[in-house]
């Protein structure tokens, strides 16, 4: 049975992660696929080659994002944005909402950002419990005054969908900067804990196995 058990094991860790990968690159490929609705009834694959082609939407897509932003990147193309940014402007609900969502987007694919660069290490919901943190920025503007205190602005997400948690602002005191990468802190928080990444060594240790020093 301990045999028959090891061997269960061994193949649902295969299996596993294949299933949910495939899962979750089907779901992609579908969202994108999509885009093909944009096309002519008369001009998509299924119409033109008589079958149809799965992941097709996906290039439909990169070449629509990179169309828009051929033509954005220029003179002609940044008036149209004005333009475009303007009359939404005027619409209250979606002046608000696509307001927020350009500024997001603009901070997290900005290169110099500070949104989502730093893993922290935070006491929540209360001291004595810790939880793995994003620092999502440093401008706070009126609570920084009100709080009276050097605060920064913190994600804190749920597991296993990091895609969902609580914004906090938090003192900068209170949060401890780790040495992972945004990626493995993710995989730490989508696994529950199961996941690890290993502790980066100290600059002098790691000197000192480079140069095969063991000298005490």
């Known amino acids: 049975m301990s045999g028959l058990k090891r061997y269960l094991i061994a193949g649902i860790l295969i299996w596993l992660p294949l299933g949910v990968t495939v899962m979750v690159v089907r779901l992609f490929i579908d969202m994108m696929d999509r885009t093909l609705l944009l096309l002519p009834v008369d001009y998509r694959p299924e119409a033109l080659l008589g079958l149809s082609i799965p992941g097709f939407g996906i290039l439909l897509a990169l070449v629509i994002i990179l169309v828009t932003g051929m033509i954005a990147a220029n003179l002609f193309g940044r008036r149209l944005v004005m333009l475009w940014e303007a009359f939404l402007s005027r619409i209250p609900l979606v002046r608000s909402v696509y307001s927020s969502v350009k500024q997001l987007a603009e901070t997290v694919f900005s290169s110099n950002g500070q949104s989502f660069r730093k893993v922290l290490l935070l006491e929540y919901p209360r001291r004595g419990l810790w939880t793995l943190a994003f620092q999502t920025g440093t401008d706070i503007g009126e609570a920084q005054s009100r709080t009276g205190q050097d605060v920064i602005n913190v994600y804190v997400p749920t597991t296993p969908n990091p895609t969902s948690g609580f914004f906090l602002m938090v ?18 928080i989508i696994s529950m804990g199961v996941v690890v990444p290993e502790q980066a060594k100290p600059a002098k240790d790691a000197e000192v196995v480079a140069s095969g020093d063991t000298s005490t």
């Open 171 to 188: 003192p900068r005191k209170d949060v401890q900067v780790l040495d992972m990468s945004v990626d493995e802190g993710l995989k730490m």
